[in-house]
């Protein structure tokens, strides 16, 4: 299995380093610079709207995560050479599916934790297959959340390991972020600096989901 995943992933670098290190900048660089603007705003106004906040907050999570996760599509293809154009292509295919299926997941969490607690924290543990299956499987919805449980219970060490990946990666944001409050009278110009720590972010978590999209592409075999 791992010389499985190291010989996937070194087929990726090889055929689509560029083609992802591209549609990273296209894509999340203008998510990038506008989540900067808006949170600089937030920062300096005197009173904080708090629902808008949230809302920004849910709406760039998800837009963000929608790329991280569609990257398995270069693992799918890992021995091809794919161009912008048909990622691109691919993506605004997907968003529908990937909305219908993010929405159920947390509707289906929120009513565990309501209710129940630990089913509701059961069912997050199958977030990141579900959402993986969206794009390497063609699966919506229930379809979706019903691949990712199945992968994970026949791969639980794996879906162990995603959980905790994709639970610590949030963890390792919010220190960048903290680094912004302490620094405020850095050197570099506050937006300028935020910018800069929001893409590390980007950049750290396109390595962390592009290797666990080649890991889910070696337990799909």
């Known amino acids: 299995m791992i010389k499985n995943f190291f010989n996937e992933l070194k087929l990726l670098v090889k055929n689509n380093s560029i083609t992802i290190i591209l549609s990273f900048l296209l894509y999340y660089l203008p998510l990038a610079i506008v989540f900067t603007l ?3 705003r937030i920062l300096n106004s005197e009173e904080v709207n708090k629902t808008f906040f949230i809302i920004f907050l849910v709406v760039y999570n998800i837009l963000e995560s929608f790329f991280m996760f569609s990257l398995v599509i270069f693992a799918k293809y890992s021995d091809t050479k794919l161009r912008l154009k048909y990622f691109f292509g691919f993506l605004y295919t997907k968003l529908y599916h990937y909305l219908v299926t993010i929405t159920l997941l947390f509707a289906l969490v929120l009513f ?77 110009e506050m937006r300028l600096f935020f910018f800069l720590i929001i893409f590390l972010i980007g950049v750290f978590e396109l390595i962390i989901y592009t290797l666990l999209a080649t890991l889910f592409k070696v337990l799909k075999k």
Not at 125 to 135: D, G
Not at 142 to 152: E, H, L, M, N, P
Not at 166 to 175: E, G
């Open 112 to 188: 565990g934790l309501l209710f129940f607690i630990a089913p509701g924290i059961f069912i997050s543990m199958f977030i990141p297959f579900s959402l993986f299956s969206v794009f390497y499987l063609d699966k919506s919805g229930y379809d979706a959340v019903k691949s990712g449980y199945y992968i994970g219970v026949s791969n639980f060490f794996a879906l162990l390991f995603f959980f905790l990946i994709t639970n610590i990666v949030p963890f390792v944001n919010l220190f960048f972020i903290k680094q912004i409050f302490i620094n405020r009278h850095f050197l570099i």
């Open 38 to 40: 808006v949170f600089n």
